[in-house]
């Protein structure tokens, strides 16, 4: 399978990671930094394997459907996570997330 079958799954890999690390540092600037421990963490690992599943299915990886289920899975936790939060740099890495989750899934099931 080509590259270009995985392109909106990269697409959305890709925006999912630049807004993890963006409510990953916005959230180390609110006030009660330690309410937002969890938020971080998992930014920091969605961002992480959204940067993994994108490069996964760039070289076609033999791995891809099981890489993409688990972006997926901590995709899930991460949005899930971050709609707690009522500030804007949450909302936005939590539409992200979805967003990302529902294209990995989507892939493995096309693939």
Known sequence: MSHEHFQHCIDECL???QECYHC???CLNENDVAMMRECIRLDQECA??????AEAMA???SFVNEICELCAKV???CGNECKKHSVDH???CAQACFS???AC???TVAA
Request: hydrophobic share 30%; charged share 20%; proline share 0%.
């Open 75 to 77: 995709c899930e936790a």
């Open 100 to 102: 990302c989750a529902e």
């Open 105 to 107: 899934r989507n892939m």
């Open 24 to 26: 990953y540092n916005a």
């Open 59 to 61: 070289r076609n990886s």
């Open 48 to 53: 992480t394997l959204c940067s993994l599943a």
């Open 15 to 17: 925006k999912c990671m």
């Open 90 to 92: 949450c909302q936005k």
